[in-house]
């Protein structure tokens, strides 16, 4: 049995990583703010700590003691906010980073892994795209994230054994369908399970790669097995593009709604990026992992929930 400290627990990939990690008996304590996630999302057996992980005196309330990893997924994670609020999500998202690494060292917890973004690319003319292209973020999310990869890249030095995984769009059940800033799939789904008009912030032909969240956790597994990796950062993706009108005509045909279905194309933002697909081969040798989940499986899996749940 391992001990293992998730940040951003209560959040849509951290309580889904907690579930599948206390499914084989391991002791999970998570830290969360409760800004964008839920208490309704902490999974039974997992002790809870209300925190801001931002804030130095927040360190004190986690529980001493040798973890076998720390999951660092607290973040402020919307690209929108992000724009409206530099200062508030480099605070949040390279801020809680900084005050975690020295965390762990002190507490003998050298195992870390911290969930990045595909966003630290910026925008790139080439598809799929792997970890050696140059990082030249276009958003300051993407500029916080690439930070905190490159400050754990310094913390190696101290004896730290980080590993950044570059997470593309990830969709499933549990994510926050109340959240209109963050995620594609889950904005666009509870607009259509509203029945309301659907607002399209750029152009149709813009692309994604769409990773199911359990296939995301199970990266993260891969990850947690190794004490270090061979590299330190790693893309967590399908390898498959998927363009904006693709991925509504999906969810409409999943919801058997009208193919003429209301949509509203509104003028993108300047740190919106065109297109995006992860090259995995890397993840794949190193760390032998493979995305199994297939898209239309995903959607159907995701929209079957979202019937269930209160938009
Ligand atoms: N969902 C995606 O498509 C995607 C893509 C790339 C990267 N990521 C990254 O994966 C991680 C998890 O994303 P998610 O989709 O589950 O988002 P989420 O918003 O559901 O989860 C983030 C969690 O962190 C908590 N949190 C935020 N700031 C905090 C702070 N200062 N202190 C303590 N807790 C705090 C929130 O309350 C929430 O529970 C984030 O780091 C995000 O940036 C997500």
Redesign the pocket.
Request: hydrophobic share 25%; glycine share 16%; net charge negative.
């Given at each position: 049995m391992a001990r293992y400290l998730v940040?951003?627990?209560?959040?849509?990939?951290?309580s889904c990583l907690s579930k599948s990690l206390l499914a084989d008996n391991h002791k999970v304590v998570i830290?969360?703010?409760?800004?964008?996630?839920k208490l309704s999302?902490i999974p039974k057996g997992a002790d809870f700590i209300e925190?801001?992980?931002?804030k130095p005196e927040?360190m004190a309330l986690l529980p001493t003691g040798r973890f076998d990893a720390v999951i660092h997924?607290?973040?402020?994670?919307s690209g929108y906010i992000g724009q409206k609020d530099p200062h508030g999500d480099m605070q949040?998202?390279v801020g809680?980073t900084m005050l975690l690494a020295p965390w762990c060292l002190k507490n003998e917890t050298f195992r870390f892994i911290y969930?990045?973004?595909?966003t630290v690319y910026g925008r790139k003319a080439i598809a799929p795209l792997d970890e050696d292209e140059t990082c030249t973020p276009v958003s300051y999310y993407g500029a916080s994230?690439l930070a905190s990869e490159n400050y754990l890249r310094v913390f190696a030095d101290e004896g730290l054994n980080p590993t950044s995984l570059r997470?593309?769009?990830?969709?499933g059940p549990g994510?926050?369908l109340g959240?209109i800033y963050?995620?594609m799939v889950s904005i666009y789904l509870a607009y259509l399970l509203k029945g309301e008009e659907l607002p399209v912030t750029g152009s149709f032909d813009r692309y994604r790669d769409f990773v199911f969240v359990e296939d995301v956790v199970s990266a993260i597994r891969c990850a947690l097995s190794v004490e270090s990796s061979p590299s330190l950062a790693y893309n967590v993706g399908t390898g498959v593009k998927t363009s904006v009108q693709e991925i509504i005509t999906a969810l409409i045909d999943a919801l058997d709604l009208p193919a003429d279905y209301p949509v509203q194309e509104i003028a993108g933002s300047k740190s919106d990026l065109f297109g995006s697909v992860a090259d995995v081969s890397r993840i794949a040798k190193e760390l032998n992992w493979r995305c199994e989940v297939k898209l239309q499986d995903g959607l159907q899996k995701m929209v079957e929930w979202a019937k269930t749940q209160d938009c």
């Open positions: 940040t951003g627990g209560a959040g849509f990939i951290g830290a969360d703010n409760l800004s964008t996630g999302n925190c801001d992980l931002s927040s997924l607290a973040a402020q994670s949040g998202n809680s969930t990045s973004s595909m994230k997470l593309y769009n990830v969709y994510q926050n959240n963050q995620g």
